[in-house]
């Protein structure tokens, strides 16, 4: 009994005390919280920022590093700015006098220049009343009694840091690079069944495929965590019992070190620390990974690999490496590369294989390397040969999960133009980094180290001064760099390897000193309409404000003397035109994503940058494929550029032939969005049974091709349309979905057509689609 009495009289004690000190732990508590109403920040203002109380993560803007007038609303180490641990807007980075706020309305909200909303939370009916960065990374906003009504850690981008814990399901999605922090290709996936999974495209389209690593702890009906605890253990837990743990014997988390764990662009989740004292741009130490080889975790089946079609991974002082084609790829046509084979090479790859791409395997006694190689060489199909002593592979673009390793008993050799081969993206950045420093050793030694200092500064201020050269001007505010002609000349070799021809002008291919690890695509524009001249730099600055993981991306111009140039990205898969109607063309399952990218990217334009822009070009030859084959958009907001009568280039005298052009540019009607709808849907029908409408039309049929499926739709004979298709033929659910959109969009009433984020939906399966009406017979215009 007295026992019993100590100790009611030692919690009346205890709770006495903490009624005492409940003021005091309100105030700390209120100190924390230091993000009140109409509390607000701005892009564009480096010192816009809010801290955690222990200064360790920040919270606000931080910009693009491949374009510094682009925007991330974000968290980031204070110390180690570069390193951003979550972000708002990945997809969608805002411009120069963009805000975050906390509205007197009860909203955090991101506001774009022009106030419109970009990101909102809470999304529900609670009523924030103060948000606050805390010392663990995580930033949560708060209601009128304290309670977290939303917080960052809820919401994971690529990373999780200790003390944040993932229930199901939850995902961490990789970037598209190391500094591209759009989706990714990989993800990290908690399921709902338990199991914890990495999944390689696992947020494509919001479709999960292609698991290659997983702790296989499926278990119905159990309650699943992800948890990063204190002490720098990376375990699953079901309830309170760990059934996996990621990290085996690690210490506590030292308190001279950051940590953190993140889902790489390359497809591996590591475990990371970095010192404290460390005053220098060092690097994040990798503490544990999975898998250890993400080259060969890759299953040979995928579609196209870790690095993407067309190219190789491998490991190289543990840390997965990429090769790409350093040439242009064999076309089968009369004026390609590959028909003078006195112009080919192969190039011998020993431990290397692209497993599912083969379309024919001699085998024998006869065969031999040598032989392997000459049957390719005699092939144009053939871009690969891979020999295992016995049997030869012949292999064809595109070219599917290409690996090497040691474990891979196989000699690879690749068809390429003389002088030519496959390039290390780090080699290549390695190579110039060297040359670029023997150089400058070499200068120093040859003579005075002071006076060589004079005179290169001498002889930079008076190019500057002269000639403007390599310099880096706003157009517009926008960051897109000034070229001089003389530099675009040089790095292109003369304007000597030709890309293409189009209405605006030819393409070059060309390798920029200012960024030696990517090439470019340097175009010149020929036929400026009158107006045009003093239009340029107005539309380099509207194209320099877009940024679209579907949009081609501007990286320059030139605008000296006569001379109009435009500097892009260059898209190593050629145009969708080579790729549709080639010999090699995309599965169904990959040409229905390609379509549904080129719609998002048309909705871009049309809804969501700051300046809406009309394509009015839309075609397969201004579609692009970049080295995963995601379609990028080229040539917006140069229509005004173009000369008026190059608006009616695509019409023929051939029945029902109009191409890509919607009805009202031959009625003089005026010109909306619609337009772009129309050559989108005529385009889609071309993607659907990979046949261009012009060459369809301009043969021995009687009928155009948009007149052909709508006949084939009504008659319920799809099939006809993917005759030699038979992943579309046990799809015909989406064909006919796919089919009933591009119908829709081709209708000749602009009013008619849907708009490109109803087409979007349409096409992702978020909206029914309804049985569209005849599109009209074009006969009469």
Known sequence: MASFNLHYLYSLSLLLLLLLLLPFLSTVFSLNCMINFNASLSSGDANSYWLSPNEEFAFGFRSLPSNKNLFLLAIWFHKIPDTIVWSANPNSPVLPGSTVQLTSEGKFELLNPNNSKVWVR????????????????????????????????????????????????STLTSRLAPDDYRDGHFGLVLQEDGNLVLYYNAKVNGTIALPYWATETIKNNASYNFVYDVNGHIFLQDGVKIIYRF????????????????????????????????????????????????????????????????????????????????????????????????????????????????????????????????????DCLCAVAVFDGKRCWKKKYPLSNGRQSSSLNKTTFVKVPMKEAFVSVKERCKNHDKSTLLLVISVLLGSSVFLNFLLILAVFLYNKKLFNFSSVSSVSEVNVKRYSYKE??????????????????????????????????VKKLDKLAQEGEKEFKTEVSVIGQTHHKNLVRLLGYCDEDEHRLLVYEYMSNGSLASCLFGI??????????????????????????????????????????????????????????????QTLAARTNIRGTVGYFAPEWFKKASITVKVDVYSFGVMLLEIICCKSSVVFGSGDQEEALIDWIYECYCKKKLNKLVENDEEAKNDMKRLERVVMVAIWCIQENPSQRPSMKKVTQMLEGVTLVSVPPSPSSFSSI
């Open 122 to 169: 809470p999304t529900n009916q609670a009523k924030p009343i103060c948000g606050a960065m805390n010392d663990n990374g995580n930033f949560v906003v708060l209601d009128e009694a304290n309670n977290v009504i939303w917080q960052s850690f809820q919401e994971p981008t690529d990373t999780i840091l200790p003390g944040q814990s993932l229930g199901t399901p």
């Open 584 to 645: 090699t063309r995309p599965d169904w399952n990959q040409r229905v994503q390609i379509a549904v990218g080129i719609a998002r990217g048309l909705m871009y334009l049309h809804e969501e940058c700051s300046s809406q822009i009309i394509h009015c070009d839309i075609k397969p030859q201004n579609i692009l494929l970049d080295e995963f084959f995601t379609p990028r958009i080229a040539d917006f907001g140069l229509a005004k550029l173009l000369l008026a009568e």
């Open 247 to 378: 990290t085996e014997n690690v210490a506590g988390l030292s308190q001279d070190f950051y940590h953190m764990a993140r889902m790489d662009f390359n497809g591996i989740f590591a475990q990371y620390r970095y010192p404290k004292s460390c005053n220098c741009n060092g690097n994040w130490s990798v503490v544990h990974k999975i898998p250890t080889d993400i080259c060969m975790a890759i299953s040979p089946e995928s579609s196209s690999g870790v690095c993407g079609f067309n190219s190789y991974s491998f490991i190289i002082n543990g840390e997965p490496d990429y090769c790409r084609p350093n040439f242009q790829l064999p076309s089968c046509q009369p004026e390609g590369w590959e028909a003078n084979q006195e112009l080919v090479n192969f190039i011998q790859y020993d431990n290397m294989d692209w497993s599912p791409s083969n379309y024919d395997a001699p085998a024998g006694s006869s065969v031999d390397s040598h032989t392997c190689k000459q049957l390719c060489l005699n």
């Open 488 to 521: 675009l000349e040089e790095e292109t070799g003369g304007f000597e390897q030709i890309l293409g021809k189009g209405a605006f002008g030819t393409v070059y291919k060309g390798v920029l000193a200012s960024d030696p690890r990517r090439f470019a695509a």
